[in-house]
């Protein structure tokens, strides 16, 4: 049998995989999408976008905790996730789940 340790390893290998094949299946429909807007001739504008503004950009802190179900949070200011809210009231340290 499996030790804890060996188990969380293996579920951390199966999430990192798991992000890349969700980051190249987006890459895929993304790509898909435009071709098909292209195709038939489809802007941002007629699907509700703004084309004309330049997009603002929100900054996005890079995560430094996982959740025990591969959630992710930076820990900045503002509202914590439940799951963190969860965590904490369990009495668990936060420190356990940093990246």
Do not use: C, H
């Not at 990192?16 to 890459?27: D, H, M, T």
């Not at 996005?60 to 996730?81: F, I, Q, T, V």
């Amino acid at each position: 049998m499996a030790t804890y340790s060996e188990l969380v390893s293996q579920a951390q290998a199966l999430m990192a995989q798991a992000e890349q094949v969700r980051k190249q299946e987006l890459a895929q429909l993304i790509a898909d999408i435009k071709a098909q807007m292209k195709e038939y001739g489809i802007t941002l504008e007629d699907l509700g976008g703004q084309s004309g503004k330049k997009p603002v950009a929100k900054s996005k802190s890079a995560p430094k905790y996982r959740g025990p179900n591969g959630e992710l949070w930076s820990g900045g200011p503002g509202r914590k996730p439940e799951w963190v809210k969860a965590a904490l009231a369990e009495g668990a340290d936060i420190e356990a789940f940093r990246i």
